[in-house]
């Protein structure tokens, strides 16, 4: 920290960012105007801050000047404050002490046929900046120890895939299954498309590597019960066996998969002669399908008003499926009713083909005139013949959604992430960061996000055990300064009243032996709502402190309330 | 001259301050009315910046953050739109929250950025300059909201919206649930009670008044006002000074 005491000494550099700003409002003036502003000894416009020469004048600003504030006017915090506090930072000047002023993203782009009042408003968000830049104080990231061990929740498929990787690594890697035995889904499952490989082959093959890892340790009947702590330092228990375990992790990857529904109520289902495409596979294992006349039906409990979404893998194991039928008996009438068939990619859509091919009959239906199973024949209608057909059956298939397990929730409360609307667990960011969470150190992958197929839910093995080992393979971790903070001298401010830790979505907060609130920095993120809720105004939000704000709002307002 | 609204935006760092980024990458133009202070979280916002920043005379306040459920910090902006609305019940005893707004803008909405702060400049221009701004302000609505965001600053109230979510939606340490409507009826009472406390206080700190005094200065029933006045003398925020013939008149300790 630096002294608190220390007169600010503010630099302004104002961007024409060639003629993105420049074209518009006068950079010069907006220099000159600044050098008007409280607290600001130098200031300078250039073409291009971001360049090697703007760059430059920043250092040389910071030495000719002794410069201890440094503000930049230009494009937008979000793609250049990294590369300015990084600037400042090689000069001596604390990171947190540099502060960014949006002229161009949010100004000069918006309003390019009000020149005036952009420039009006250029000058504004200059002073607001300048008011707040004033207030700054020196912060510095916290730098905590990584345990370089992974923890893999879900034995199945993906869940193995990940582990074998991160061991593969040379990680020490558990693997935790809450049955007794490896593989999930793959267990029970006859084939495997795209290329018709037998589900036990792979399971084997797999099982086999994961097995001969020593740093691999697996864990089977084995339930994670609690986790504590943080990216790098989690504090895992684990019951197996009945037995407690203590485990000390890097990083957590949820690799839970999904649980199967069963159609109750749905086109006569009696796990009989009307069955789901999953106990068909168990059938086809055991070579214990004698029917002739079969008929699958799509989509059945999903997309629907209680299950909206589509399952995604349902119209490839009904192909799959429909094909191993007829090679088994091509004397065998197979029948296909759907919604929509969904056969993405070159691989998929050839199932399609080659059922077409083998004398697969396929019969759209509207969810509006759903299918009706009868004691030993369907009805259908047939929107393009315009009238309902009937179609005998000794074995009725009903391909069903893949389900949210019930303990998702659990478990996402254990480890601080959020579920979506179905109950399967929600990535950070769809795009941007598909394999994180929002909770750091913590990964996802396989269906546990969404149903996926066994192809997908490899590559997303690997693609979490690659992100997890960003973090793993470094002794440290650097956590972000700007968390929220209860001073020593703000301790006498806090009444005990516990709205903090009920706020905090990341249980950054906890009271210690002697009932004092306590802030676990590592764990914050500095979103700052407890500094907002918190009753008598002790915590505080480091790098948007109440005076910044503050200070910001009068510098617009024009006058202190 | 035509009266141009002067605008504060609170933007989220990862939603809607994303969302108005984009707005200028696709070069979409809205009313250069708003300045924008850049918060990591909507659920940053404390209550007293939105009452700051009317008392400066600013014309209108806007909250900005991720759609429910697309909360980067997973449910600040749930605890944003509880605040909100508890500064906008205070607001509507005075008629004043029209011109505060919250929205949803998320990084990928540049247009809606545009549209909705292009809606609220132009609501605030319907509404006129604020009774705050210029040189001669509204003396006693600076009170009622001044005496409100001492309200908004307060342990009771901000006890109450912190502890809101938990204690509806969730529950509370015995494992209750509180009905809403039977919340928002306590929570109504706490909001008109604090607020008449904090404005008793506020004319008691430049001067000593009798309750008849007090009840006309704030058009509010002395009975009301005697209530009030106990419970703040029980608290010890308030005692007698004197008494004028029978009245007893009170002072601000």
Same mark, same amino acid.
Request: one cysteine or more; hydrophobic letters at 35%; glycine letters at 6%.
């Given at each position: 920290?630096?002294?608190?005491?220390?007169?600010?000494?503010?630099?302004?550099?104002?961007?024409?960012?060639?003629?993105?700003?420049?074209?518009?409002?006068?950079?010069?003036?907006?220099?000159?105007?600044?050098?008007?502003?409280?607290?600001?000894?130098?200031?300078?416009?250039?073409?291009?801050?971001?360049?090697?020469? %703007?760059?430059?004048?920043?250092?040389?600003?910071?030495?000719?000047?002794?410069?201890?504030?440094?503000?930049?006017?230009?494009?937008?915090?979000?793609?250049?404050?990294?590369?300015?506090?990084?600037?400042?930072?090689?000069?001596?000047?604390?990171?947190?002490?540099?502060?960014?002023?949006?002229? @161009?993203?949010?100004?000069?782009? /918006?309003?390019? !046929?009000?020149?005036?009042?952009?420039?009006?408003?250029?000058?504004?968000?200059?002073?607001?900046?300048?008011?707040?830049?004033?207030?700054?104080?020196?912060?510095?990231?916290?730098?905590?120890?990584?345990?370089?061990?992974?923890?893999?929740?879900?034995?199945?498929?993906?869940?193995?895939?990940?582990?074998?990787?991160?061991?593969?690594?040379?990680?020490?890697?558990?693997?935790?299954?809450?049955?007794?035995?490896?593989? %999930?889904?793959?267990?029970?499952?006859?084939?495997?498309?795209?290329?018709?490989?037998?589900?036990?082959? =792979?399971?084997?093959?797999?099982?086999?590597?994961?097995?001969?890892?020593?740093? =691999?340790?697996?864990?089977?009947?084995?339930?994670?019960?609690?986790?504590?702590?943080?990216?790098?330092?989690?504090?895992?228990?684990?019951?197996?066996? %009945?037995?407690?375990?203590?485990?000390?992790?890097?990083?957590?990857?949820?690799?839970?998969?999904?649980?199967?529904?069963?159609?109750?109520?749905?086109?006569?289902?009696?796990?009989?002669? @009307?069955?789901?495409?999953?106990?068909?596979?168990?059938?086809?294992?055991?070579?214990?399908?004698?029917?002739?006349?079969?008929?699958?039906?799509?989509?059945?409990?999903? @997309?629907?008003?209680?299950?909206?979404?589509?399952?995604?893998?349902?119209?490839?194991?009904?192909?799959?499926?429909?094909?191993?039928?007829?090679?088994?008996?091509?004397?065998?009438?197979?029948?296909?009713?759907?919604?929509?068939?969904?056969?993405?990619?070159?691989?998929?859509?050839?199932?399609?083909?080659?059922?077409?091919?083998?004398?697969?009959?396929?019969?759209?239906?509207?969810?509006?005139?759903?299918?009706?199973?009868?004691?030993?024949?369907?009805?259908?209608?047939?929107?393009?013949?315009?009238?309902?057909?009937?179609?005998?059956?000794?074995?009725?298939?009903?391909?069903?959604?893949?389900?949210?397990?019930?303990?998702?929730?659990?478990?996402?409360?254990?480890?601080?992430?959020?579920?979506?609307?179905?109950?399967?667990?929600?990535?950070?960011?769809?795009?941007?960061?598909?394999?994180?969470?929002?909770?750091?150190?913590?990964?996802?992958?396989?269906?546990?996000?969404?149903?996926?197929?066994?192809?997908?839910?490899?590559?997303?093995?690997?693609?979490?055990?690659?992100?997890?080992?960003?973090?793993?393979?470094?002794?440290?971790?650097?956590?972000?300064?700007?968390?929220?903070?209860?001073?020593?001298?703000?301790?006498?401010? /806090?009444?005990?009243?516990?709205?903090?830790?009920?706020?905090?979505?990341?249980?950054?907060?906890?009271?210690?032996?002697?009932?004092?609130?306590?802030?676990?920095?590592?764990?914050? !993120?500095? /979103?700052?709502?407890?500094?907002?809720?918190?009753?008598?105004?002790?915590?505080?939000?480091?790098?948007?402190?109440?005076?910044?704000?503050?200070?910001?709002?009068?510098?617009?307002?024009?006058?202190?309330? | 001259?035509?009266?141009?609204?002067?605008?504060?935006?609170?933007?989220?760092?990862?939603?809607?301050?994303?969302?108005?980024?984009?707005?200028?990458?696709?070069?979409?133009?809205?009313?250069?009315?708003?300045?924008?202070?850049?918060?990591?979280?909507?659920?940053?916002?404390?209550?007293?910046?939105?009452?700051?920043?009317?008392?400066?005379?600013?014309?209108?306040?806007?909250?900005?953050?991720?759609?429910?459920?697309?909360?980067?910090?997973? *449910?600040?902006?749930?605890?944003?739109?509880?605040?909100?609305?508890?500064?906008?019940?205070?607001?509507?005893?005075?008629?004043?929250?029209?011109?505060?707004?919250?929205?949803?803008?998320?990084?990928?909405?540049?247009?809606?950025?545009?549209?909705?702060?292009?809606?609220?400049?132009?609501?605030?221009?319907?509404?006129?300059?604020?009774?705050?701004?210029?040189?001669?302000?509204?003396? *006693?609505?600076?009170?009622?909201?001044?005496?409100?965001?001492?309200?908004?600053?307060?342990?009771?109230?901000?006890?109450?919206?912190?502890?809101?979510?938990?204690?509806?939606?969730?529950?509370?340490?015995?494992?209750?649930?509180?009905?809403?409507?039977?919340?928002?009826?306590?929570?109504?009472?706490?909001?008109?009670?604090?607020?008449?406390?904090?404005?008793?206080?506020?004319?008691?700190?430049?001067?000593?008044?009798?309750?008849?005094?007090?009840?006309?200065?704030?058009?509010?029933?002395?009975?009301?006002?005697?209530?009030?006045?106990?419970?703040?003398?029980?608290?010890?925020?308030?005692?007698?000074?004197?008494?004028?013939?029978?009245?007893?008149?009170?002072?601000?300790?």
């Amino acid at each position: 920290m630096s002294d608190k005491e220390e007169e600010p000494r503010i630099g302004v550099f104002v961007c024409s960012c060639g003629s993105n700003i420049g074209g518009l409002i006068d950079v010069k003036a907006l220099a000159e105007y600044s050098k008007t502003l409280p607290n600001v000894v130098f200031t300078e416009d250039n073409l291009y801050t971001c360049s090697e020469t %703007g760059l430059a004048q920043i250092k040389n600003g910071i030495k000719d000047h002794n410069l201890n504030r440094v503000i930049v006017a230009s494009c937008t915090p979000r793609t250049h404050e990294p590369l300015f506090r990084d600037c400042v930072k090689k000069e001596g000047v604390n990171e947190y002490l540099f502060n960014f002023v949006n002229i @161009r993203d949010q100004n000069t782009w /918006c309003h390019q !046929k009000y020149p005036q009042e952009a420039f009006e408003k250029a000058k504004d968000l200059i002073r607001m900046g300048v008011a707040k830049a004033a207030k700054l104080e020196a912060l510095d990231n916290i730098i905590v120890d990584a345990t370089p061990t992974a923890l893999v929740i879900g034995g199945g498929v993906s869940g193995m895939t990940a582990a074998l990787s991160l061991a593969n690594q040379g990680f020490e890697t558990h693997l935790v299954e809450r049955e007794n035995e490896l593989g %999930g889904r793959l267990k029970t499952l006859h084939k495997l498309f795209p290329n018709d490989q037998k589900a036990q082959l =792979l399971l084997d093959n797999l099982k086999k590597n994961v097995g001969s890892k020593e740093n =691999l340790k697996i864990h089977t009947s084995a339930q994670v019960k609690n986790i504590e702590g943080f990216v790098g330092n989690f504090e895992v228990s684990v019951e197996e066996n %009945g037995n407690n375990i203590n485990l000390t992790i890097g990083v957590i990857l949820v690799a839970v998969g999904t649980s199967l529904f069963t159609p109750t109520g749905y086109f006569g289902y009696d796990g009989k002669i @009307r069955i789901t495409q999953h106990e068909l596979e168990s059938k086809l294992n055991n070579n214990d399908v004698k029917a002739k006349d079969i008929v699958m039906i799509q989509c059945v409990g999903s @997309r629907n008003d209680e299950r909206v979404y589509c399952s995604s893998v349902c119209c490839m194991t009904a192909l799959k499926n429909a094909l191993v039928l007829k090679e088994n008996n091509p004397k065998s009438n197979v029948s296909i009713l759907f919604r929509d068939l969904y056969t993405p990619g070159t691989h998929y859509e050839d199932y399609y083909r080659r059922a077409r091919e083998e004398g697969v009959v396929f019969i759209e239906y509207s969810p509006e005139k759903e299918p009706s199973v009868e004691e030993n024949q369907i009805k259908v209608y047939n929107q393009y013949l315009g009238e309902e057909l009937l179609i005998p059956y000794d074995l009725c298939v009903l391909s069903t959604p893949l389900v949210s397990n019930n303990d998702n929730k659990a478990l996402a409360q254990m480890i601080k992430v959020p579920l979506e609307e179905n109950g399967f667990f929600l990535e950070a960011h769809v795009k941007l960061r598909p394999m994180d969470f929002a909770t750091a150190g913590v990964f996802i992958c396989g269906s546990a996000k969404w149903p996926v197929d066994i192809t997908e839910s490899i590559s997303q093995g690997y693609a979490a055990a690659a992100r997890a080992s960003t973090i793993i393979s470094h002794d440290t971790i650097e956590v972000e300064g700007a968390t929220s903070f209860l001073p020593d001298y703000n301790k006498s401010l /806090c009444t005990g009243c516990e709205v903090c830790i009920k706020v905090c979505p990341y249980n950054a907060i906890s009271k210690n032996e002697e009932d004092e609130i306590v802030i676990t920095q590592v764990l914050c !993120k500095g /979103c700052g709502v407890c500094g907002a809720t918190c009753t008598n105004h002790a915590i505080i939000i480091r790098h948007f402190t109440d005076q910044q704000i503050l200070s910001e709002i009068y510098a617009y307002g024009g006058k202190e309330v | 001259m035509t009266f141009e609204p002067k605008i504060l935006g609170f933007l989220c760092n990862w939603c809607s301050y994303a969302g108005a980024d984009l707005a200028g990458v696709s070069r979409i133009q809205y009313p250069p009315n708003m300045r924008v202070i850049r918060v990591m979280c909507s659920g940053r916002v404390d209550p007293v910046f939105i009452f700051k920043a009317l008392l400066t005379g600013i014309d209108g306040v806007f909250v900005l953050g991720c759609h429910p459920g697309d909360c980067h910090y997973l *449910e600040g902006n749930y605890e944003a739109e509880k605040k909100f609305i508890m500064v906008q019940k205070f607001l509507k005893i005075v008629d004043f929250d029209k011109r505060i707004r919250l929205d949803w803008v998320s990084a990928s909405e540049g247009a809606r950025f545009a549209q909705v702060v292009t809606e609220f400049i132009e609501s605030i221009r319907e509404q006129g300059p604020s009774p705050l701004s210029g040189e001669n302000i509204d003396q *006693e609505l600076f009170n009622n909201l001044k005496a409100m965001e001492n309200s908004v600053s307060s342990d009771r109230i901000r006890a109450l919206v912190g502890r809101q979510r938990r204690i509806t939606e969730v529950e509370n340490e015995y494992g209750e649930k509180v009905p809403i409507d039977e919340y928002n009826a306590i929570f109504d009472g706490a909001i008109h009670d604090e607020f008449v406390r904090q404005r008793i206080l506020l004319s008691l700190s430049t001067k000593v008044l009798s309750v008849k005094d007090l009840a006309a200065e704030l058009k509010l029933d002395p009975s009301e006002i005697l209530e009030n006045m106990l419970t703040l003398k029980s608290r010890g925020d308030i005692d007698y000074q004197s008494i004028d013939g029978n009245t007893p008149l009170y002072m601000r300790i």
